[in-house]
Nanobody, 122 residues
Framework: QVQLVESGGGLVQAGGSLRVSCAAS????????MGWYRQAPGKEREFVAA????????YYADSVKGRFTISRDNAKNTVYLQMNSLKPEDTALYYC???????????????WGQGTQVTVSS
């Protein structure tokens, strides 16, 4: 069993920055790729970013590339999403997720956090 707890969401003005965190517990974390997804009201959940277990491979949705940075600290069992140059369309509930293996290509597991709300005002 894996527990994922997101934090760090909030309200920010357009152009601002925010960093959200996801703390994992329950079993070993460091051998799994991790990712961030988001869901806006009335829309489907969408991929935002992912990072391989080593931290060296990162992947981003086109909509956030160049503005968001995913990172991880395996010693702290935590993955981060630094969000810069935020836009109103980034407003969503941001979820943390684990993958089945060391790489993003291994596919999503069934473990999700409860989400943290990010609201960007214009």
């Amino acid at each position: 069993q894996v527990q994922l707890v997101e934090s760090g969401g909030g309200l920010v003005q357009a152009g601002g920055s925010l960093r959200v965190s996801c703390a994992a517990s329950g079993r070993t974390f460091s051998r799994n790729a991790m990712g961030w997804y988001r869901q806006a009201p009335g829309k489907e959940r969408e991929f935002v970013a992912a990072i391989n277990w080593s931290g060296h491979g990162t992947y981003y949705a086109d909509s956030v590339k160049g503005r968001f940075t995913i990172s991880r600290d395996n010693a702290k069992n935590t993955v981060y999403l630094q969000m810069n140059s935020l836009k109103p369309e980034d407003t969503a509930l941001y979820y943390c997720a684990t993958y089945l293996g060391e790489r993003y290509s291994s596919g999503l597991s069934d473990y999700w956090g409860q989400g943290t709300q990010v609201t960007v005002s214009s």
